[in-house]
């Protein structure tokens, strides 16, 4: 490996001030009372590729894009729910040599195998180049931007009764000035975010909000450029403190915004280190990626660039072999480590320093004939395992490579070649683990091992492209991030209060409040103890209104009639001694196992379903269900994210209202024994459905809980 030239600026981003909106400058080292010095390093790249360790899974799917008939141009990155859609976006030319563009979905049919297509054509461009990759909202909505100049949103397929790309939500198509080449960035409110080339060359370049709900634009900012050529074809990155990330096309100057709901504030303007014209360098599809210290890391002409909170460029790593550019988008470890692809055909991964940035490693495979520019972004796992595609100039197709993190040296644990020739897809990592890329032709669906769990993604500051496999761009939150509040919920911090609204409970019986999975949760031993919550018209489900309700759960062995421990129900059981005719729902536990019940009426036997593991192993478990009451497979029930049981709730479709209190941890049946034994915590009521992707939160949030509305 050769050695690599570091420009280094001494500084500490904690030290700095600055007067906001400043554009700051990589010779302006001097800020407050730091002094900040520029020195030269040289850095040795380690660690060769050793042999392969791991055993691959392989392809487990692949599906053509758009048959063989289309030529496809270019295609983005894939987007993944928890519940296995893929979203892609392809553009290119039919056999008339017209331009066009699709959205795509896919997903495998878990009974027949068989792969599973929808498509959207977007209205055909005017202009070539590398179309949005999607973005997917927590409640499913699907975002696109268009080389047309618009800006797409698709409804949620959160059942299988919602067929995916099927229901155009909205259209934004008379505010937007130019071509959108960048990803749909997606904050905690559900803000949508894209910036877009300017109008006239030589004009401005806007950064665009738009209403999730509506596409109607929020608000507009232009961002003047020194160049005089401004467009912004990269993604929108947003920080832990909802701060807005921009890089110029040609990578001269870094923005940061601070958004509001009708205009935003331009903080500072960066110019990022260049030794060339920004007129005559390439166009940059890069993003930024924001560490958890606020570090903003981007590609360009001069390799990587390391931006302090502030705007104050911290250093440039500049790779020794020709061209330096870097058009991959970094990604940043858990441990800081952040790694990206060179123009130069290596994958980097290196540490920032006190004395600037250091190398860990740099990978280049030892088949390859010659090196390869590397335009995709890593994928980041939990195990230190890095995914990524290169072109094999030997095969003349793209490979995904897999890669582990050693320290000083880094291993190749496997390479797959894919059908198609050059990709400029990253890899994404989906909810089991699977990764997800693509070429020209085909969609791939890679197992990395051959074991029944695969590798997760890693919980780090930005550990894949836009993010995260949704693309929201945005620094997580530890708490789970729910689009709309529930109607209640009751947080057990030793009371029985609605933290949402008046819902308040009466406590009863004997209970305790202490350690839950949240804070504290309530504990009951006995009949009948726990708490009651007046019934009103928010609590009651009308015929064909949707509902859901979670918690957490940590159920004790203990014998209670049929098995049964309530953990929330709202039922009237008129008739004594006969508990087989109520009205209403009934969430519990049945012989350690999760249960559910709805009843329309009084005269028929209730809907029921059950499923998953017994819970009774003294731990705490996140449980759900939601009910989409007109779709033939909208029940659902959730244990610690996972479906394990999908029943149909159309025969029950009618009101399911009633007098009885609500009540956590009690029957309404005093003929029966059936208390919760154990504790519950974070109770919540919705009257709509919960995505498999909001349950998926909650569940990976676990001690952190729901983020506060």
């Not at 806007?206 to 507009?220: C, E, H, K």
């Not at 726990?530 to 940590?554: C, Q, R, Y």
């Amino acid at each position: 490996m050769k050695s690599s030239q570091t420009s280094v600026a001494m500084c500490c981003c904690q030290s700095e001030s600055q007067t906001p909106g400043r554009r700051q400058g990589f010779s302006g080292f001097i800020r407050g009372s730091t002094l900040c010095l520029t020195v030269f390093a040289m850095l040795v790249c380690a660690g060769r590729m050793s042999a392969a360790t791991q055993p691959i899974g392989g392809i487990a799917w692949s599906n053509s894009l758009l048959g063989p008939s289309f030529f496809t141009e270019h295609v983005s990155s894939p987007a993944a729910t928890a519940d296995g859609l893929v979203y892609i976006t392809a553009q290119g030319f039919d056999t008339n040599s017209n331009e066009r563009q699709f959205v795509l979905a896919f997903a495998k049919d878990p009974t027949s195998g068989s792969v599973v297509t929808w498509q959207y054509e977007i209205f055909p461009g005017d202009f070539h180049g590398a179309p949005s990759s999607p973005s997917v909202g927590s409640d499913g909505t699907v975002f696109v931007a268009g080389n047309d100049t618009n800006l797409y949103a698709f409804t949620s397929a959160s059942t299988a009764c919602l067929t995916p790309l099927s229901s155009l939500l909205w259209l934004q198509n008379s505010n937007i000035n130019e071509h959108v080449f960048s990803t749909p960035s997606i904050d905690t409110n559900g803000n949508v975010y894209v910036g877009s080339d300017d109008a006239v060359f030589g004009g401005p370049s806007f950064v665009y909000s738009a209403n999730r709900l509506t596409g109607q634009i929020r608000w507009q900012t232009n961002l003047p450029d020194d160049f005089g050529n401004g467009d912004i074809d990269s993604s929108v990155s947003i920080g832990g403190d909802g701060r807005l990330f921009v890089l110029g096309e040609h990578n001269d100057e870094l923005s940061a915004l601070t958004p509001n709901s009708t205009f935003a504030v331009i903080d500072w303007m960066a110019d990022v280190p260049s030794d060339i014209s920004a007129i005559t360098s390439p166009h940059f599809n890069a993003s930024p990626a924001v560490d958890s210290d606020g570090t903003v890391y981007v590609g360009g002409v001069n390799g990587l660039t390391a931006i302090c909170p502030s705007g104050l460029v911290k250093w440039v790593f500049t790779p020794h072999n020709r061209p330096r550019y870097v058009q991959s988008s970094p990604v940043v470890a858990a441990d800081h480590t952040i790694y990206f692809g060179g123009e130069d055909g290596l994958l980097y991964a290196i540490i920032s320093t006190t004395c600037g940035p250091s190398i860990k490693w740099a990978f280049f495979p030892t088949n390859f004939s010659s090196a390869q520019p590397i335009v995709s972004t890593p994928a980041l796992t939990a195990d230190g395992t890095v995914y990524i595609t290169m072109y094999n100039p030997n095969t003349g197709l793209s490979s995904v490579f897999a890669v582990k993190d050693q320290g000083t040296s880094a291993a190749q644990l496997w390479e797959i070649d894919l059908a198609g020739n050059y990709t400029s897809s990253s890899p994404t990592i989906g909810y089991d683990g699977t990764v997800y890329v693509a070429d020209q032709q085909n969609i791939y669906a890679i197992r990395s091992t051959n074991s029944a769990s695969l590798p997760l993604v890693a919980s780090a500051p930005w550990p894949m492209y836009q993010h995260d496999r949704l693309h929201t761009g945005r620094t997580a939150e530890t708490c789970a991030r729910i689009v709309a509040p529930p109607i209640s919920w009751w947080k057990m911090e030793n009371n029985a209060n609605d933290s949402i609204s008046s819902h308040n409970g009466t406590l009863t019986g004997s209970y305790s409040f202490s350690s839950g999975e949240v804070g504290n949760a309530i504990f009951t031993s006995t009949k009948p103890s726990g708490f009651s919550v007046p019934s009103t018209s928010d609590l009651n489900v009308s015929s064909n209104v949707d509902f859901s309700i979670e918690a957490w759960i940590k159920p004790q062995s203990a014998t209670t009639s049929y098995n049964v421990m309530d953990i929330v129900d709202k039922r009237i059981t008129p008739f004594v001694n006969n508990d087989s005719r109520a009205q209403g729902y009934e969430l519990c536990v049945s012989s350690g196992v999760l249960a559910f019940q709805m009843s329309d009426n009084l005269t028929s036997f209730p809907l029921g379903a059950s499923g998953g593991p017994d819970l009774r192993d003294g731990s705490w478990h996140h449980v759900a269900v939601t009910v989409d009451r007109n779709c033939t497979t909208g029940g659902r029930l959730y244990v610690d994210g996972a479906v394990v049981n999908v029943f149909n709730p159309t025969s029950r479709a009618g009101d399911l209202s009633n007098t009885n209190a609500l009540l956590v941890a009690m029957h309404p049946s005093s003929w029966l024994d059936c208390n919760f034994r154990g504790g519950i915590d974070e109770v919540s009521f919705h009257k709509r459905v919960l995505t498999f992707d909001e349950i998926a939160a909650i569940r990976a949030a676990s001690t952190s809980g729901k983020c506060n509305p």
